[in-house]
């Protein structure tokens, strides 16, 4: 009988391990409802195990969380924790496995942590993280033998690298590199020593978004490329479908848009046959962005609107707040500000309830826009300056460039309202005779814009060059009334911006171009008295070919603003046009 026993439970133990593996598989190559359907079994096998019941609901709790549904995968997680928090009944041999029951904590902590992150809690998502890392310490102080040291050894440092894998997406995602970079290199070097291939893919694809968001982008690419080689061997499918988003990343901010969709394409792809829905939700956000970037703002509309609400439906709070902000970015082209401001805010709002820097830096400094194209300049740099400090701490450079631009306009903004006379200080007028002649934009104009020449030529900006040649030509335009050479260079920054807008094919920032090309050609034609001039010089007589080029720059400007429905725009071109006509 006793004989009959052993053997009894050796074999449920084997069917148990088996269903365990099996389901890992599915898991593993995205085959969520199948790694479901094993693990729900393996639970109902535990009968009054508490040790497979446990493990059985944290595998449970994984699924769900692929799955997007992080409240489910909670509870279990919680109800997990209870379990292995009680003392263990003996088993029928009278042995009590300390270190699987360690494990188990040790995974419920790691996994709870990433539901926090999703949540928008990043501080219970690091002390969840510590705790387990503290517990894993522990057992790396211990000296485990016997004949199962191997495998238990593995498990405490496969457990460790999720760990330092969770801590270092919180670390990014507050903004903090360094640390960030210090722990993902600690989970390659684990992973690397153990052989663990699926480790090595995550901690390299994770220093790949240090890499790009510092704007290097092609270690970026060799890392995402990296990562893509060892997903596809490993047969990892959500490692797969993330390199393939990763490398989109890469194509986009080179504005290849055509190969930046085939990889987010394939990532969605990949997402909706393994029933990810919280990828689901931002493989629509990227797709948006392009639509976005091209100018067809009504797909990027029901893109993000469509990525929105599934990021409600997962829990996704950062998700919810980064695709708000660009939605609201496609309100603010549009010069809907009332509809934008309330999306920024929500950007801000949740950003600073999960003590995201990045996303309270985007907030501010398109909030700043707002007001700036509104012309409440005082407004408009207390948002500048506050993403400017920001982004200087985290170290995100693509957002300090779009902040140096942001206040080089500001500053020009200002310097005009001055020389228009709003600003008595701003221009010194003789008693009797004429405007005395001053320069246009003061110090801080030519301060922010050396930072934001400096900044494309770090980051090798396609689209940054075509910006701070737009605005050099601007500057240009306050002294090329009585300077021949300077305005034939002023026409070749113009020229040079609008050519690589249309290579980028960019075409919000194209009609910009075209609107300040042709405003600029307009103030030299000098026909028209009503016509506003620099530093309030009459009108003369001159060039009825310049008057034909204003004329053709500000119909192409007109022609896209009305596309693509800036409204705001259009109806600066419109302000414009009517001195022509």
Not at 349 to 371: N, V, Y
Not at 494 to 502: N, S
Not at 520 to 542: H, M, N, Q, S
Request: aromatic share 10%; hydrophobic share 35%; net charge positive.
């Amino acid at each position: 009988m006793a004989n009959y026993v052993v053997t009894e439970n050796s074999r449920k133990k084997l069917l148990i391990k088996s269903l365990e593996n099996l389901g890992e598989t599915y898991a593993f190559v995205g085959k969520y409802e199948e790694a479901l359907d094993i693990f729900q079994k393996m639970l109902r096998y535990a009968e009054r195990n508490h040790l497979i019941i446990a493990k059985s609901k944290i595998k449970i709790a994984g699924i769900y969380d692929n799955q997007g549904k992080i409240d489910d995968a909670m509870n279990l997680l919680l109800n997990a924790e209870k379990i292995v928090n009680k003392k263990f009944p003996r088993c029928p041999r009278g042995i009590v496995d300390e270190l699987e029951i360690e494990l188990l904590k040790i995974n419920i902590h790691f996994s709870k942590a990433w539901i926090y992150f999703l949540q928008g809690q990043n501080q219970a998502a690091i002390d969840s993280s510590q705790k387990g890392v503290a517990l894993i310490n522990n057992l790396e102080r211990r000296s485990i033998i016997g004949l199962n040291a191997h495998e238990y050894n593995y498990k405490i440092q496969t457990a460790k690298i999720v760990g330092l894998n969770t801590l270092g997406t919180v670390f990014f995602n507050k903004g903090k590199y360094n640390k960030a970079i210090e722990v993902r290199h600690k989970a390659l070097k684990i992973s690397k020593k153990i052989g663990n291939k699926f480790g090595v893919s995550v901690a390299i694809g994770h220093l790949g978004n240090l890499y790009h968001e510092a704007g290097n982008y092609d270690k970026a690419k060799m890392l995402y490329q990296r990562k893509l080689e060892i997903s596809t061997e490993i047969g990892d499918k959500e490692g797969i479908g993330i390199a393939n988003a990763y490398l989109g990343f890469i194509y986009q901010d080179r504005f290849d848009h055509n190969k930046a969709i085939e990889y987010y394409q394939e990532y969605l792809r990949i997402m909706m046959e393994i029933g990810d829905k919280r990828g689901i939700g931002m493989a629509s956000e990227f797709l948006g962005s392009i639509y976005y970037e091209a100018g067809d703002y009504d797909k990027a509309i029901k893109l993000y609107k469509k990525s929105i609400k599934i990021a409600e439906q997962t829990g996704d709070r950062q998700g919810i707040a980064y695709v708000s902000g660009d939605l609201g970015l496609v309100y603010l082209n549009r010069g809907d500000y009332r509809r934008a401001k309330g999306l920024l805010q929500k950007l801000s709002r949740i950003s600073e309830e999960i003590g995201d820097k990045k996303g309270i830096g985007m907030a501010s400094l398109h909030l700043a826009e707002i007001f700036l194209n509104s012309n409440q300049t005082a407004k408009a740099r207390h948002y500048l300056l506050k993403s400017k400090s920001i982004f200087k701490e985290i170290g995100y450079k693509q957002g300090l460039l779009d902040t140096y631009l942001a206040l080089t306009e500001l500053e020009m903004k200002i310097s005009e309202k001055r020389l228009a006379g709003e600003d008595d200080d701003a221009r010194s007028i003789a008693k009797d005779g004429p405007v005395i002649r001053v320069r246009r934009f003061d110090k801080k104009t030519f301060h922010y814009f050396a930072l934001a020449s400096r900044l494309v030529r770090e980051l090798k900006s396609k689209k940054g060059k075509a910006q701070v040649m737009l605005l050099k030509a601007r500057i240009g335009m306050a002294k090329t009334q009585s300077n021949r050479e300077i305005k034939g260079q002023t026409d070749e920054k113009f020229k040079e911006a609008i050519k690589i807008f249309e290579e980028l094919r960019q075409p919000f920032e194209l009609a910009k171009a075209y609107y300040y090309y042709g405003e600029y050609l307009l103030r030299r034609t000098e026909v028209r008295d009503k016509i506003p001039r620099p530093f309030g010089e009459r009108a003369g007589v001159r060039g009825q070919e310049e008057e034909k080029g204003a004329t053709e720059y500000l119909q192409k400007a007109k022609e896209i603003f009305e596309k693509i429905g800036a409204k705001f725009w259009f109806k600066k071109v419109n302000e414009l046009w009517n001195q022509v006509k």
